[in-house]
């Protein structure tokens, strides 16, 4: 008498995929490592852009980040750039477990150089204590509770609009970094030169992506960037097109060896009291306010758009963990100000890992720690150019934009918020403003409409504050400031 077979038992899942809950969330470990390297890739410019951002703009003493008034030390500043960058996205990862890589910011790194450094006597050391101080106030508000009380405060479909804009915002980024898309004095925006090499490396990584990706081939963003790399480097050593003239390379992909020694002297110069000194409180407090709305709402516009393209979200639109998320992200302003290399944000480019198939945290440390290891190993980082990773972008916003279906169009209440959204944030370049102008617009759309009582007292607040933030320019202007 044969014994009946014994039922076949799927193994149990490793440690690694308990933790993450990589299997639950519908992904692999080879799917999370994959998506973190190609979210690396699609915001690895972070690491020579901050620098020269910030290496060559003098402080309100003349000096430049890291000492002297010579020539710019951009190495010191792209080692502290990747280090705080890694650590921060490993610490996503591990404390939040979300797919959300996080960097220097841009945008908040030019308020610093630009609005607060370039002020008569201040120093880069003060301007990076009011980072510190922005950090500290946003951990605060994390811990009692009240950033994430905000952002469950906001209506479900104002948060898909904002997942919305944000894939338009990251298209127009990938168009303007690959040349497609120009500034134009008389048009605002106009068609670049298409007849350029560096606009065919986009193009060849363009239609590789669109292929791919309508082909179901998984590792799609990943190929089209390493293709496209590799076409980049053979024309840039062929050719020697260059980098930053007209027909160039935003960033020229030549071999300049593998390893370079980081240099992190940067680390932990900043002065926490010395901004009041030589600020006054009354511009403290108007630059802190405004990089504290920023930071606040940009972080929280991301972390919507990555969930609701990971489908993460639940039926109200929050991301699982919130307040982990929010507090990692704070403690980015903190680390980036200690660091002397601006705010750490949450990256929207961490959609391109998202759109690999990345659903959990492990993507966030692996991508973090590309940022390590980029500390070392710059020279090939520095290979990847601006039009090598744009098309990764390009197709993540259209993905993005899919998640529009979910807005009912014929409900003004809503409608005119979520059009304003997001129409204004690709427009004026900022994910901040785009959220404060459907905030706005929602509660006066509301009060219109007679329908005070089913405003949220946050959202009252919170519009009331960004009518205050769009308004700071004048304020300093009537104050002499």
Request: aromatic share 8%.
């Amino acid at each position: 008498m044969s014994s009946a077979a014994a039922p076949t038992q799927s193994p149990s899942p490793s440690a690694i995929d308990r933790y993450f809950r990589i299997s639950e969330r519908g992904s692999t470990i080879g799917t999370e490592i994959r998506g973190g390297l190609v979210t690396f890739f699609a915001m690895a410019y972070i690491i020579v852009l901050n620098p020269l951002i910030l290496g060559t703009t003098p402080d309100g003493t003349g000096q430049l980040l890291g000492g002297g008034s010579g020539e710019p030390n951009l190495a010191m500043i792209a080692s502290a750039t990747a280090l705080i960058a890694g650590v921060l996205s490993i610490l996503m990862g591990v404390i939040a477990n979300y797919p959300l890589a996080l960097a220097a910011g841009l945008g908040l790194n030019a308020v610093v150089a630009f609005s607060i450094a370039g002020i008569p006597d201040v120093t880069w050391a003060d301007a990076m204590g009011v980072v510190v101080i922005e950090g500290l106030i946003i951990l605060v508000l994390v811990l009692t509770g009240f950033r994430e009380a905000v952002f469950r405060a906001v209506p479900t479909e104002l948060k898909t609009a904002i997942g919305v804009g944000i894939g338009l915002f990251i298209t127009l980024i990938g168009l303007g970094n690959a040349g497609v898309v120009t500034g134009d004095g008389a048009t605002i925006l106009a068609l670049g030169n298409l007849g350029t090499l560096p606009v065919l490396v986009f193009v060849v990584g363009l239609v590789l992506t669109i292929v791919l990706h309508v082909r179901r081939v998984q590792g799609a963003l990943l190929i089209s960037i390493l293709v496209a790399t590799v076409l980049a480097v053979v024309l840039e050593n062929t050719l020697h097109i260059g980098d930053e003239g007209p027909g160039g390379f935003n960033t020229a992909p030549t071999f300049q060896g593998v390893f370079a020694l980081p240099d992190f002297s940067l680390l932990g110069q900043f002065s926490l009291l010395g901004s009041f000194e030589n600020i006054g409180i009354v511009t403290l407090a108007l630059l802190v306010f405004s990089l504290l709305l920023a930071d606040f709402f940009d972080t929280m516009g991301t972390m919507v758009a990555i969930g609701g393209e990971a489908k993460l979200l639940d039926e109200k639109g929050n991301p699982p963990k919130a307040r982990s998320i929010l507090l990692v992200d704070s403690l980015g302003a903190i680390a980036g100000g200690m660091g002397s290399v601006s705010s750490n944000t949450a990256f929207v480019e961490s959609s391109a890992g998202v759109g690999e198939g990345a659903r959990t945290g492990l993507a966030s440390i692996t991508t973090g720690v590309c940022f390590l290891l980029a500390t070392m190993f710059a020279p090939l980082v520095a290979l990847v150019p601006y039009e090598a990773a744009a098309p990764a972008l390009v197709l993540v916003g259209f993905l993005m934009m899919t998640q529009i279906a979910g807005i009912d169009w014929r409900d003004p209440d809503i409608g005119i918020p979520a059009f304003l959204t997001i129409t204004i944030m690709p427009f004026t370049y900022s994910i901040s403003d785009g959220i404060g102008a459907g905030f706005v617009a929602y509660v006066v759309v509301k009060l219109a409409r007679g329908k005070a009582r089913d405003i949220h007292w946050l959202m009252w607040l919170v519009a009331a504050l960004f009518v205050v933030y769009f308004l700071v320019d004048p304020i300093q202007v009537w104050l002499g400031l």
